[in-house]
């Protein structure tokens, strides 16, 4: 499975530590013995983080860095499978910081790769609902394992010119004659056989699978392999709707359109009458680090109003904020993608009422198959 971009490492902070003269020249020599002074001085320390792409890139921790005299060292992944065999594949304390989809926590924890996290350094107080504050999987034996950032919803997205708002308030619009080979999916069995199944009406049920309705699945996904254009990653999928090479996209939803939306392009995504899938995204600490109190920082950081406001506005990616000070804090400095991602209390599109509605359901892992007899049938329909 590829990355969703090349792995880079971000450019330089743009801060740099004042001269000796300049300071001796301002406030005297006694300023030498403050702390600022020799933090400023010291060399700068690197965090190894290991995320989708977008969250170690400047937009969204520069300002972090320059204040803090840290840099991150990104390696960046798409889809839980990846990370795992990434971090199995590392020697222990390769990763600092750990950026997982929520419902690869269990495995992150079963296989000793991260460290408890204290509950009271993060405002779980202040999230926005009910089900943040013990979401599942991050908590073990009264442990708090991993702590949620932020997230997003998955559904129909489409290209407006091709597809028509009321057509996409359903899965079947995938199976539209006229979108014969302009039908992509996101490569990731997980998001893309979720839908599949909401199609099939397994609501809340829709990752617990006996096998005659896993058999279901499967015959439904194949019926619309005759309409599939290509399976893309994240550049892939971008690109493809984009240009209008794919009208409709299965397996994400305004993580992506909403980047290209708010530069014109005649796309959407909506969450249609069977269901939508939350992803969440959620930080751990690597089991081992030598610098675990600056990752634990920086996830205190991300969760503050600052932190969420530059999270939402993600230029990789955008995503809705967790805690109500950020979603303030958003509407404060953002109220335009506030109001267009629906993070507005009162708006019937805001992801929390959709949540409260049961339109929402959050994206696991498949409870009576492995992951694996996911992702053989995903490999087998995608050389159908």
């Not at 053989?376 to 329909?381: A, L, P």
Request: glycine residues 10%.
């Amino acid at each position: 499975m590829t990355s969703k971009t090349p792995t880079t490492r971000s450019p330089a902070s743009p801060w740099s530590a004042p001269s000796r003269r300049q300071l001796l020249k301002a406030t005297g020599a006694a300023v030498l013995t403050t702390p600022f002074v020799s933090r400023a001085w010291a060399a700068t320390t690197e965090i190894n983080m290991l995320a989708w792409y977008g969250h170690g890139e400047p937009d969204v921790v520069a300002e972090y860095e320059a204040a803090n005299n840290v840099k991150f060292v990104p390696k960046y992944y798409a889809g839980g499978d990846n990370m795992l065999a990434l971090i199995a594949q590392s020697p222990p304390g390769t990763y600092d910081i750990i950026l997982s989809d929520a419902e690869f926590v269990q495995q992150l924890n079963l296989a000793g790769y991260i460290d408890p996290l204290e509950p009271a350094d993060y405002p779980l107080d202040d999230m926005l609902h009910e089900d943040f504050t013990q979401f599942p999987g991050h908590w073990a034996d009264g442990k708090l394992y991993s702590m949620m950032v932020r997230g997003g919803h998955l559904g129909v997205s489409y290209n407006k010119n091709a597809v028509s708002e009321e057509e996409a308030r359903s899965y079947s619009c995938f199976w539209k004659p006229e979108l014969e080979g302009k039908v992509g999916h996101f490569d990731w069995h997980l998001p893309n056989l979720g839908m599949m199944s909401l199609y099939n009406g397994n609501g809340a049920g829709l990752w617990d699978l006996d096998d005659a309705k896993w058999d279901a699945v499967q015959d439904t996904t194949m019926s619309l392999r005759k309409q599939v254009g290509g399976f893309f990653d994240y550049g892939g999928t971008f690109n493809g709707l984009k240009n209008g090479e794919m009208q409709a996209m299965c397996g994400i939803g305004d993580w992506i359109t909403g980047v290209l939306e708010k530069d014109g392009a005649p796309v959407a995504s909506v969450i249609p009458k069977e269901g939508g899938i939350q992803f969440t995204e959620s930080y751990s600490i690597g089991k081992g680090s030598q610098k675990a109190d600056l990752a634990r920082d920086f996830i205190k950081y991300m969760l503050s109003p600052e932190g969420q406001v530059k999270s939402a506005q993600m230029a990789a990616y955008p995503g809705f904020c967790v805690t109500k000070a950020g979603r303030a804090a958003l509407i404060e400095a953002d109220p335009a993608e506030a109001a267009r991602s629906h993070q507005m209390d009162g708006d019937p599109q805001d992801p929390i009422t959709l949540i409260k509605e049961g339109r929402i359901h959050y994206r696991d892992i498949p409870r009576q198959q492995s992951l694996e007899d996911w992702n053989d049938f995903w490999s087998e329909y995608k050389n159908a």
